[in-house]
């Protein structure tokens, strides 16, 4: 069975930081790029990050570029989200998403999580 699990969402003042992981079991994940969606109330689910099995290409969302960042390691088949800076807007459900290519995590992922809550107050 596979499984993408979240970890490391929470409650956090407006400029504070989180890190969110993303483990992955039950099936082999080599050369699966991994990335991170999130919705918010409301809303759509959005991209937010890819990142291919190497590292070697790294895609972002225009509305976390230059302020998230996207990591992986590969030995405990892990992903990150490194989110400083956080602002009232980033609030959403996180989600963990597989795929193939970076193209496909980034718009149609073969794999999803559950889900992590990040909420930020103003």
């Known amino acids: 069975q596979v499984q993408l699990v979240e970890s490391g969402g929470g409650l956090v003042q407006a400029g504070g930081s989180l890190r969110l992981s993303c483990a992955a079991s039950?099936?082999?994940?080599?050369?699966?790029?991994m990335g991170w969606f999130r919705q918010a109330p409301g809303k759509e689910r959005e991209f937010v990050a890819a990142i291919t099995w190497s590292g070697g290409a790294i895609a972002y969302a225009d509305s976390v570029k230059g302020r998230f960042t996207i990591s992986r390691d590969n030995a405990k088949i892990t992903v990150f989200l490194q989110m400083p800076s956080l602002k009232p807007e980033d609030t959403a459900v996180y989600y963990c998403?597989?795929?193939?290519?970076?193209?496909?995590?980034?718009?149609?992922?073969?794999?999803w999580g559950q889900g992590t809550q990040v909420t930020v107050s103003s």
């Open positions: 998403a597989a795929g193939r290519t970076i193209v496909e995590v980034s718009k149609h992922p073969e794999y």
């Open positions: 039950g099936r082999t994940f080599s050369s699966y790029a």
